[in-house]
């Protein structure tokens, strides 16, 4: 008899999900054509998250709870971190990111320990004898780094912050300085983007062999802004251009005293 009754709650189960499902299945239609409307990327409810989560966790998903969720498997992350579980915790951010697509944090934070915090571990982990095998892993954390801020940018198109993140990334982890440009230039071109974003395009195009004439044009553009751009570093790049491509003394800019010059970035 409790066998009967097991197989009966079981059905009656089943049953339930069925009719929940048919209910829900044409307002996830329209809220997945609303949000493909808007540019943005759906959360792929599929058998990989299925996996990534357990049953329970996609349940939950399912049911409304994916912020919740989010923040525990978040939580779990950096108890990863802590333990230097790289390996848990690259997956744990790849589940909360998909969980939570449009939350920027999610996306910045998983780079930053990844390309920097798993990256530096790699390098100078003593179980590792081999140099060369420890600056692949370092070269692996960072492309999972540089993967997660693109994703996140396929995901929030319309912000500046993880072009800017991208950007540091390409500079600073990759030496990417080409790359590292075109990112910044991009963050750049959001009105609501801090000024030093753009400073930092050029200044990354000056370092790029080949693009001088295009680093110069952009450092002249943001000289002729104002004081506001005259920092130490942009005056100083473009004098250093002006002698590299030739630059006419008549249309070299002035020489400007120490306190007209901004004393940052």
């Avoid at 048919?22 to 990989?48: C, Y």
């Avoid at 939580?75 to 589940?95: P, V, Y």
């Avoid at 072009?163 to 790359?179: C, F, M, N, P, T």
Wanted: a positive charge; zero cysteines; charged letters at 25%.
């Amino acid at each position: 008899m409790s066998g009967l009754s097991s197989l009966r709650r079981n059905l009656i189960a089943i049953l339930m999900l069925a009719i929940v499902g048919a209910v829900l299945l044409p307002w996830q239609g329209k809220l997945q054509r609303e949000s493909q409307a808007a540019h943005f990327r759906t959360i792929p409810m599929n058998l990989t998250l299925r996996e990534q989560i357990g049953q329970s966790g996609f349940l939950a998903a399912l049911s409304g709870f994916r912020a919740p969720l989010a923040a525990f498997l978040w939580i779990d992350a950096h108890s990863a971190w802590e333990k230097t579980e790289w390996g848990r915790m690259a997956g744990l951010f790849n589940t909360v990111t998909t969980l939570q697509p449009h939350t920027l944090l999610y996306w910045d934070i998983a780079a930053w320990h990844m390309a920097w915090n798993a990256s530096i571990a790699a390098l100078h982990d003593t179980k590792q004898q081999s140099e060369v095998l420890r600056e692949r892993a370092r070269r692996q954390y960072i492309d999972l780094g540089r993967d997660f801020l693109e994703r996140g940018i396929r995901n929030n198109p319309d912000n500046y912050l993880l072009y800017e993140r991208l950007g540091i990334l390409q500079r600073d982890k990759a030496e990417d300085h080409s790359a590292a440009a075109d990112a910044f230039a991009k963050a750049a071109s959001f009105p609501d983007a801090p000024s030093y974003i753009g400073r930092f395009a050029a200044y990354e195009l000056e370092k790029v062999p080949g693009r001088e004439r295009e680093a110069y044009d952009r450092l002249l553009t943001l000289y002729h802004q104002g004081k506001k751009q005259w920092m130490p570093s942009l005056l100083t790049k473009i004098r250093k251009l002006e002698i590299k491509l030739n630059i006419s003394p008549d249309q070299r800019i002035p020489d400007v005293g120490v306190t007209d010059a901004s004393p940052s970035r």
